[in-house]
């Protein structure tokens, strides 16, 4: 059984920067694409940025691009949200996601993915 958790999201002045992380366990290998998704209240579910197994695709949106960086450990199984230059809008939930098989490479649909973490809450003050 695949499982995802997020880590990393707290509180945090707007200009400040906060770095999620996803850890991946129940796989045995690393084929397999990852992106993060976050949920503001009231609005729907929006993808964020996403990874190839091998790191080579990144995708952003273009409200993070120039602010947020994805990046993966494949040895760990983990992949990184560096997000630098927040802003209240950022406040979200913000889950991480994994694909079966990197059949999408680093897709920007949330379809696209299999598996889900629990989410962890940013929140940027102004």
């Known amino acids: 059984q695949v499982q995802l958790v997020e880590s990393g999201g707290g509180l945090v002045q707007a200009g400040g920067s906060l770095r999620l992380s996803c850890a991946a366990s129940?796989?045995?290998?690393?084929?397999?694409?990852m992106g993060w998704f976050r949920q503001a209240p009231g609005k729907e579910r929006e993808f964020v940025a996403a990874i190839s197994w091998r790191g080579g695709t990144t995708n952003y949106a273009d409200s993070v691009k120039g602010r947020f960086a994805i990046s993966r450990d494949n040895a760990k199984n983990t992949v990184y949200l560096q997000m630098n230059g927040l802003k209240p809008e950022d406040t979200a939930v913000y889950y991480c996601?994994?694909?079966?098989?990197?059949?999408?490479?680093?897709?920007?649909?949330?379809?696209?993915?299999?598996?889900w973490g629990q989410g962890t809450q940013v929140t940027v003050s102004s």
């Open positions: 129940g796989r045995t290998d690393s084929n397999y694409g």
């Open positions: 996601a994994s694909d079966r098989d990197s059949r999408f490479g680093a897709a920007t649909l949330a379809y696209m993915y299999d598996y």
